[in-house]
């Protein structure tokens, strides 16, 4: 398998920035893993945070347990972050497509000058 197919299979299914580090572009890879990686963070702590609000709205009784008040009670909070968690999907979709891009166009680049 060419190294521009393992690179672009790398970025693509594992993570972004992956392919571009497995062909030694380092600064490359390392922006655009902490780029995703950042993203990752910031979408899973905005996720916790409102897990956590709305289980121990439940527990203390401030709103009852059932399915339909609970899906509102995260639709609101998700509403008061709406703006901030468009903008980390489209970092982490952004860094995807990059990574995949990138690694394909450079690696098809080294493999025409040798370099790999």
């Given amino acids: 398998m060419k190294k521009s197919t393992k690179?672009?299979?790398l970025s693509g299914l594992v993570f972004p920035g992956l392919g571009h580090l497995y062909l030694k572009l380092w600064v490359a890879g390392a922006m655009l893993s902490?780029?995703?990686a950042?993203?990752?963070y910031y979408l899973s702590s905005i996720a916790m945070t409102i897990v956590l609000d709305v289980s121990h709205k439940i527990e203390t009784g401030t709103i009852?347990?059932?399915?339909?008040?609970v899906s509102n009670a995260v639709s609101q909070q998700l509403s008061s972050?709406?703006?901030?968690?468009?903008?980390?999907?489209?970092t982490l979709l952004v860094c995807w497509v990059?990574?995949?891009?990138?690694s394909?166009?450079?690696?098809?680049?080294?493999?025409?000058?040798?370099t790999v």
């Fill in 7 to 9: 690179a672009v299979l």
């Fill in 34 to 36: 902490a780029g995703a």
């Fill in 38 to 40: 950042f993203a990752i």
């Fill in 64 to 69: 009852p347990a059932d399915i339909a008040t």
């Fill in 81 to 90: 972050t709406e703006q901030a968690t468009n903008l980390a999907s489209i």
């Fill in 98 to 102: 990059i990574g995949i891009m990138g």
């Fill in 104 to 114: 394909w166009w450079q690696g098809r680049a080294q493999e025409k000058h040798g």
